[in-house]
């Protein structure tokens, strides 16, 4: 199965860390992956691309085709960080018949 | 980036009655997707709606179950016919934006059937 492979449920930081969340996938190809977040009562966004590499809000992520993955990082987590985090493909395009992560509760603490 | 708007927010339903979920764009785009969140669990892709064609199903969707229209490039409606406690789930509609792959989502519809 063409999946995408969020591993932890929930993660919790302390404010100025460093974090990482975990992104796998399986995929013969190369899939167009993003990360998406929702803040608290907020919609679903797009937080940023597999090919964009620019940082986003002090987020990076980085296909990685050798370990499959496209882990989500930022050197220092701040309060508002704290959000929903999923990764997943776009649409459509080659990386639509991939599901999306069952995503990370990312909490930043004081 | 696209605004989309969708109609209901929420709503309590009857087992066994329809509910027709509506998706407006506020840019003209050519894919629009319909997304399913159940609780406590990820995204799944119920099915493709393109301007002028029929909508593309996902595995397990059917469009007796789901049938949708997209009349325009603005605009498309998810029905969710028959309804069962099972169907309660957040519905969500995306657009993609052409080119870029860039997918944004609606504000979803959160739906109960009692």
């Known amino acids: 199965a063409q999946r995408v492979t969020q591993p932890e449920k929930l993660l919790s930081v302390f404010k100025g860390a460093p974090v990482e969340l975990k992104c796998n996938y399986s995929?013969?190809?190369?899939?167009?992956l993003f990360w998406y977040v929702q803040y608290s009562r907020q919609r679903l966004q797009l937080l940023l691309r597999?090919?964009s590499r620019e940082s986003i809000k002090g987020f990076t992520a980085d296909l990685n085709k050798g370990e499959t993955s496209f882990h989500l990082k930022k050197p220092f987590a701040q309060e508002e960080d704290s959000a929903m985090y999923y990764c997943g493909p776009g649409a459509s395009g080659s990386a639509r018949q991939l599901t999306f992560g069952s995503g990370t509760q990312l909490t930043v603490l004081p | 980036s696209a605004v989309i708007s969708q109609k209901p927010s929420r709503d309590i339903c009857q087992r066994g009655t329809s509910l027709t979920i509506q998706c407006q764009v506020d840019?003209?785009?050519?894919?629009m997707f319909w997304y399913r969140q159940q609780p406590g669990q990820s995204l799944t892709l119920i099915a493709t709606a393109n301007q002028g064609s029929e909508a593309t199903y996902e595995s397990g969707f059917v469009i007796d179950k789901f049938p949708i229209s997209r009349p325009n490039l603005t605009f498309s409606t998810l029905t969710v016919s028959n309804m069962s406690p099972e169907d309660s789930s957040i519905y969500l509609c995306?657009?993609?934006?052409?080119?870029?792959?860039?997918?944004?989502f609606g504000p979803g519809t959160r739906l109960t059937v009692t």
């Open positions: 995306s657009v993609e934006e052409d080119l870029s792959y860039e997918q944004y």
């Open positions: 995929y013969s190809g190369s899939p167009e």
């Open positions: 597999h090919i």
């Open positions: 840019s003209q785009v050519t894919m």
